[in-house]
Nanobody, 128 residues
Framework: QVKLVESGGGSVQAGGSLNISCAAS????????MAWFRQTPGNYRDYVAG?????????????NYADSVKGRFTISSDHGRNTVYLQMNSLKPEDTANYYC????????????????WGRGTQVTVSS
């Protein structure tokens, strides 16, 4: 069965950095659109970043970001390890959220309902 497992979350000071990972099993990351979402209590699950597989037009220049994280976050994938990463730099308190890894059959979609598989999340807390 498909399983996505996030890791690497934690607590950091504002301005700091954190790298989180999504290890996939039961699906091949290279064949899916992989994305990171984040959610805080009482809010919708919001799209953060996504990266397409090898069959996508424009690959490997296939990353997409929410405006709120452009220039600060970088999504990447290691197909040999079947893992997706999110490098987060210049972290702000408003980045505090539970971060989820997800997989979709469609590229560039930002609605949570369009994703087929989800991890259970990893908490990122940024203090001021």
């Amino acid at each position: 069965q498909v399983k996505l497992v996030e890791s690497g979350g934690g607590s950091v000071q504002a301005g700091g950095s954190l790298n989180i990972s999504c290890a996939a099993s039961g699906l091949t990351v290279a064949r899916w659109y992989m994305a990171w979402f984040r959610q805080t209590p009482g809010n919708y699950r919001d799209y953060v970043a996504g990266i397409a597989g090898t069959g996508t037009i424009g690959y490997p220049d296939s990353a997409n970001y929410a405006d709120s994280v452009k220039g600060r976050f970088t999504i990447s994938s290691d197909h040999g390890r079947n893992t997706v990463y999110l490098q987060m730099n210049s972290l702000k308190p408003e980045d505090t959220a539970n971060y989820y890894c997800a997989a979709s059959t469609d590229n560039w979609v930002t609605q949570a309902s369009r994703y087929s598989y989800w991890g259970r999340g990893t908490q990122v807390t940024v203090s001021s």
